[in-house]
């Protein structure tokens, strides 16, 4: 069964830092890739969705990268606000295995 | 306007009252699932359904059951609710066609059973 860890569970940072939040999963057999963003006691947004062919997708100040072989996904925050505070989880699609999540912090 | 809704968003209701959550969404997707958020313990899936009349268990099936009568619509019934439970619950849609994309996810439904 696929297993989807993301470390560090929690964050935080000064405003104004860019940052990266990992992802990792065990089986690379994987269609594709997608990240959330989950406000408190809300649903899930998505984020970015990275097909299985490539190897980044970028939206803004949000850049998500994948290396299959490794079993590895990053999500890049350039520039981060306030408002980005949130939990971000990522989701492995062959089946949808999300990851614990990082909660994210950003200080004023 | 693309969406998946849940109904209803917020619940109390007591032990071993029956109860119904439905999911609807209006994308023509032909994946739909349920979801179970606790805290610690993340998103574990509750059932699925590939297309209409075909479902499969999740991580987490028991004290559920689904049905998928159309396309559109996949509700979640609690026959004999507990209080573990108590939970927020999401249901979530995807195009199919072979290969699973992107998922879409209602807003969610807090269900607490006393």
Same mark, same amino acid.
């Given at each position: ?17 860019? *940052?990266?939040? &990992?992802?990792?999963?065990?089986? $690379?057999?994987?269609? &594709? ?10 649903? *899930?947004?998505?984020?970015? *969705? ?11 100040? *949000? ?9 590895? $996904? ?5 520039? $981060? ?21 990082? $909660? ?5 | 306007?693309? =969406?998946? +809704? =849940? ?5 109390? +209701?007591? +032990?071993?009252?029956?109860? +119904? ?15 179970? =958020? ?6 574990? =899936? ?69």
């Amino acid at each position: 069964k696929q297993e989807v860890t993301q470390i560090p569970a929690a964050l935080s940072v000064p405003e104004g830092e860019n *940052l990266v939040l &990992n992802c990792s999963f065990t089986d $690379s057999a994987i269609y &594709n890739l997608q990240w959330f963003r989950q406000d408190p006691g809300k649903g *899930l947004t998505s984020l970015l *969705l990275i097909q299985s062919s490539q190897r980044e997708q970028t939206s803004g100040r *949000l850049n998500a990268s994948l290396d299959k072989s490794s079993g590895r $996904s990053t999500l890049y925050i350039a520039a $981060s606000q306030p408002g980005d505070s949130a939990t971000y989880l990522c989701a492995v699609i062959n089946q949808f295995y999300f990851g614990t999540g990082t $909660s994210l912090t950003v200080i004023p | 306007e693309a =969406q998946v +809704t =849940q109904n209803p968003r917020y619940l109390i +209701t007591v +032990t071993g009252k029956k109860l +119904t959550v439905t999911c609807s969404q209006n994308m023509n997707h032909e994946y739909m699932s349920w979801y179970r =958020q606790d805290p610690g313990l993340g998103l574990r =899936q509750i059932y699925y359904s590939m297309n209409v009349e075909v479902t499969d268990k999740g991580d987490v099936p028991e004290g559920y059951k689904v049905s998928r009568k159309e396309k559109r619509n996949f509700p979640l019934i609690l026959e004999s609710p507990s209080p573990n439970q108590t939970s927020l619950y999401f249901c979530a849609s995807s195009l199919f066609a072979g290969v699973l994309e992107e998922l879409f996810f209602g807003e969610g439904s807090r269900l607490t059973v006393l």
